[in-house]
């Protein structure tokens, strides 16, 4: 080889490392990355995967695959990842799994707004027509979220190539596709048992991005497989509303037990951090404020049982104020997000009980005579060293102390603690137990 032909090589090396590091995307050896979706659709969710995309485009991963398995969620959140999807410069394949996962609702919207979907054998989707919250709306207001829902899905199923009539009748009859109906019907681009199978699938396919570009998939079965985990604060606040319930009225009642017995400093701390916790959870669900303001009551009623006892008639009414008050807490279009009879009626009842234990243990201390301060010294009985006439010195409670008595004691008599004036005790014979 010549001078000049070794130079030109050296150059065209260059120039190919210098293009691969400018375009990272077409470097084959990117990840593909894999997002859990096992929950329903929230902010904790919407977080996870903006933060799961973003991750993916900087690590120049192949894909983003995201495992569905969702009865639905908010209309806030499920826009919120659809946004991101829509957004992202990695191909992202939704995929419905394992066997017997659905993706509905939102999971619905979700699923057909990738680049591909897909669905495993004994899976399902749809039922994604809108569930109000607050109650039933009016027919015009109905009607008008009902045909923005329409609309949104018509906007996913053009964009994305998928079959629009199928498409609106999941939204607007509620219909639910399996795995086969969905591909028949051109909502789903195909089946597959498992992730592996699903890669394999995807090698080499062509896709059609959002802006209309034509893309093909390299070898995406042979790269490393990363799942994407959910952050600790993340991990923290994905609680669902039963658990952040159950938490918050344990929180409630270890500050409880702090007030009805000061200086034990734990359950108080210990309770502190638990409410804190439950209302950074429940922040990101739709609040009651109804059902927010019946359970304050039940405390209310709670306090009320300690400082006026009344055989438990206030306690009776707190129980059912926090189980009316937690069941409608949180006002989610699906029940898995709401706070269910069970656990509503289960930690009411058990707060109650607990709370006139509490009440009790309380009342009991106030009958029992004081035994320290002066108060404890109240008829106690002590012994005269020297005669008191009317005043002298007297042991009492392993003290001595400075007496005044209204007849006169001699030295050595048994004396009771009638009155304490300061630093002096007013004192009266007795006699020897």
Not at 74 to 91: H, N, Y
Not at 156 to 171: E, F, P, S, Y
Not at 229 to 250: K, Q, V
């Amino acid at each position: 080889m010549t001078k000049w032909g070794a130079w030109l090589v050296g150059v065209l090396i260059l120039g190919a490392v210098l293009w691969g590091q400018a375009n990272p995307a077409s470097l084959p050896n990117g990840p593909v990355e894999v997002v859990q979706m096992d929950d329903t659709v929230q902010a904790v969710s919407a977080e996870h995967v903006t933060r799961a995309i973003a991750d993916a485009a900087a690590q120049h991963a192949q894909l983003v695959v995201l495992e569905l398995n969702t009865p639905g969620g908010l209309d806030t959140a499920m826009r919120a990842i659809i946004q991101q999807i829509f957004a992202s410069p990695v191909p992202v394949v939704g995929y419905v799994a394992p066997s017997g996962a659905r993706a509905a609702s939102a999971g619905f919207y979700i699923l057909l707004s990738c680049d591909v979907a897909a669905m495993a054998p004994g899976t399902n989707t749809g039922a994604a027509h809108p569930v109000t919250l607050g109650g039933q709306p009016d027919q015009i207001e109905a009607a008008k979220i009902q045909s923005d829902a329409a609309a949104f899905i018509r906007t996913i199923a053009t964009r994305r190539h998928r079959n629009l009539d199928w498409a609106q009748k999941g939204v607007l009859e509620s219909q639910s596709f399996t795995e086969q109906e969905a591909v028949a019907d051109g909502l789903v681009d195909l089946t597959a048992p498992n992730l592996d199978q699903l890669l394999t699938a995807l090698n080499g396919r062509e896709i059609t991005r959002l802006n209309g570009e034509r893309e093909k998939l390299g070898q995406v079965s042979a790269a490393r497989r990363v799942v994407f985990p959910m952050s600790l604060r993340e991990r923290a606040l994905d609680m669902d509303a039963n658990l952040a319930f159950a938490l918050l009225a344990i929180g409630v009642l270890l500050i409880y037990v702090e007030f009805t017995h000061p200086g034990l400093v734990a359950p108080g701390v210990a309770g502190l951090i638990l409410v804190v916790l439950s209302l950074f959870s429940l922040s990101l669900l739709p609040i009651n404020w109804a059902g927010a303001g019946l359970m304050i009551l039940a405390l209310v009623l709670f306090g009320l049982e300690v400082k006026f006892p009344t055989h438990g008639a206030l306690a009776a009414g707190g129980v059912a104020s926090l189980a009316l008050g937690a069941v409608m807490l949180v006002d989610a279009p699906i029940p898995e997000m709401r706070v269910g009879w069970t656990m509503a009626l289960g930690v009411a009842i058990g707060f109650g009980v607990i709370s006139m234990l509490l009440v009790e243990l309380v009342m009991r201390a106030r009958r029992h005579q004081v035994v320290t301060g002066a108060q404890g010294l109240l008829g106690e009985l002590g012994t005269a060293l020297a005669p008191l006439q009317p005043a002298g010195t007297v042991w009492v409670h392993g003290e001595r102390w400075q007496a005044h008595a209204d007849a006169p004691i001699a030295a050595g008599a048994t004396v009771r603690v009638r009155a304490v004036h300061g630093l002096c005790l007013e004192v009266e014979a007795a006699s020897k137990p």
